[in-house]
């Protein structure tokens, strides 16, 4: 496991709530807390370099410039994309995950989605990649297909032949789950994907966090993430894309920054990534996700994953102990991430989960923008309980002893 010592990069993690008690985050799913090292990068960015990026000469917006594209460099190399060119900064993965799906909307062949084609995604993907593949489908008449879902909560590929056929043209899916926190068997549906010539777009928003994401390794040809889940700043995502597709197809946003020239008549497009960043792009926050980069890049992805697996490992040996409660995805440790969603005897979550912060321990309930889930395994929502780097076994321990007070507080 990492050192306790890293807890103290985390300022948020010493505050005391409710009459004095420490609190025990264990919401990283929704989003993480920040290190020292990324609020002081914030800060100075504000303080010392703050000014518009690419359209100034003077010192002050060729720093922010140099620290702006210094972070799509820092991210390139995070994901070993081949290309920094191939980085796009949005304001989430949800932004992300919607410009793809606009853009293959608006192409022209072979990418376009029309309504003699076919969308394909799975039943545990989180809201923001079920909607915008819905508006897609609803605006082109495209057949909407998705994989279902195991008891054990693994996606279920026993008809993948028939879910990805010639009429595909998309496959968008999640790499782990933030709801069952399970990961995907990637290398079949991409493989499949491949068959028949369909583009594969891998939501990896609870993977970049937790391990080591290799763009080129996942063989997709997008990868969706967002930046507060991963130490940095609100307001910072990525979607990497093979450079041949960028170059090929529309832009989404029109604006400032991502054009070649304009006339009243028309206008001509910059090369990728500038091409979809139309507008002042999230500057100090791009910033912030390039500290928050350095910062796991120098704990290192593999202790990072190490140390959150034995932590997963414990706290579902330890959840099990609980009476009356139900894993709701994989019930071990093996293949499934740092999030274990579950519900406890008929007492709601909401209750659940207020019993729980009143004890200074802060879960999430509800279904987690992955509704589809509950409805599948019969269930109105869950508590979530998600670990990350800075996580511990005493904070294991008194989730068990919160969950027992809830218990008994329910009688």
Not at 176 to 199: C, K, M, W
Not at 229 to 254: A, H, N, S, Y
């Amino acid at each position: 496991m990492l050192d306790e010592a890293v807890r103290k990069d985390f300022p948020l993690l010493d505050r005391l709530v409710h009459d004095g008690k420490k609190i025990v985050y264990l919401d990283n799913a929704a989003t993480s807390q920040k290190p020292r090292q990324v609020l002081d990068a914030l800060n100075e960015y504000y303080e010392q370099h703050n000014a518009n990026v690419h359209r100034g000469v003077h010192v002050l917006a060729e720093e922010a410039t140099a620290l702006y594209e210094g972070a799509r460099d820092k991210v390139a190399a995070f994901i070993n994309a081949p290309s920094r060119d191939e980085v796009i900064f949005t304001k989430n993965a949800s932004e992300s995950l919607n410009l793809v799906a606009n853009m293959l909307g608006w192409a022209d062949e072979p990418y376009r989605v029309d309504h003699e084609t076919e969308i394909v995604i799975t039943e545990m993907e989180h809201h923001s990649n079920i909607v915008p593949w819905q508006l897609l489908s609803q605006r082109t008449g495209a057949k909407l297909k998705w994989f279902g879902l195991t008891d054990d909560g693994r996606l279920d590929l026993s008809n993948i032949d028939e879910i990805i056929t010639e009429k595909t043209k998309i496959v968008s899916f999640v790499l782990i789950s933030n709801i069952l926190g399970t990961v995907n068997p990637v290398e079949a549906i991409v493989r499949r994907a491949q068959e028949v010539g369909a583009l594969v777009l891998i939501d990896a928003s609870q993977a970049a966090p937790h391990v080591a994401v290799d763009v080129q390794a996942l063989q997709a040809d997008f990868v969706a993430f967002t930046g507060h889940k991963m130490c940095g700043p609100t307001g910072i995502g990525v979607l990497w894309g093979r450079q041949e597709l960028l170059e090929d197809l529309p832009p989404f946003l029109g604006g400032g920054e991502m054009i070649e020239t304009v006339s009243m008549h028309s206008s001509t497009y910059a090369p990728a990534p500038h091409k979809f960043e139309a507008g002042t792009p999230p500057i100090a926050q791009a910033v912030g996700m390039g500290a928050a980069v350095d910062y796991l890049s120098a704990i290192g992805m593999d202790k990072i994953a190490a140390h959150e697996h034995a932590i997963t490992e414990y706290a579902v040996r330890r959840l099990l102990e609980v009476p009356d409660l139900r894993i709701i995805g994989p019930s071990t440790a093996e293949e499934r991430g740092a999030t274990i969603s579950f519900t406890l005897g008929d007492i709601h979550p909401h209750d659940v989960g207020q019993v729980l912060d009143e004890q200074g321990i802060a879960v999430r309930v509800g279904h987690h923008c992955a509704r589809p889930v509950c409805l599948r395994y019969g269930i109105p929502a869950t508590t979530r309980a998600s670990f990350y780097l800075y996580s511990t076994p005493s904070e294991v321990d008194a989730l068990v002893d919160g969950l027992e007070h809830v218990r008994n507080f329910f009688g």
